[in-house]
């Protein structure tokens, strides 16, 4: 294209163009040497036929551009519409997502005040020897059945500790005041 703008825009010692047997000869010159760009088959046309054709070429490339042109608005105004769309929906999704936590902490939030005031209730009793504590071999046992459904004794979930040094975290004991096990 640089070579184009250069041989065309006017005379260039780069270039040469000559007729030879009806075909218009571009040649790049570079000292003695000369190579041969292209060859442009020559065709004698009136002007009427000239001017019509180069019309014609014009009308054809500008209802393709129009075609391309109402093609990619009419992409645009999908994407724009999906795009607006998308953002409706994520404020809805957001929407109910909130209200889901909402709900989620309504729920959850009385009972972790109620676990909050019965450690209080505990703490402040003091330790306390109760009868369904966990013994050391049911300590290193926990975990395998974490789902058992609490005795017809009612059990109570007390908080013990052993006495002595060797005390690493308190006993626990079952206690259902809330209905939470059954």
Sequence with gaps: ADMAREAFS?????????IENKMLVWRKVGGKAKIKLAEIELNSLSFFDAQ????????ADNNELKTKNKDFKRRQDNLVRDLKMS??????????????????????????????????????SGPKSASHAISEDEEEDYGSATDEEPDQSGAAMDITEEA???????????????????
Aim: aromatic share 10%.
């Design 10 to 18: 006017g005379q260039s010692s780069k270039f040469s163009f000559s």
């Design 52 to 59: 019509n054709e180069l019309f014609s070429q014009l009308v």
């Design 87 to 124: 953002k409706k929906m994520l404020v809805e999704f957001e929407n109910e997502k909130t209200g889901m936590e909402t709900k989620m902490y309504e729920r959850f939030l009385p009972i972790v005040n109620a676990k909050k005031e019965k450690i209080f209730e505990l703490e402040r």
């Design 164 to 182: 002595g040094p060797s005390s690493k975290r308190p006993k626990l004991a079952f206690d259902d005041s809330l209905g939470l096990l059954e």
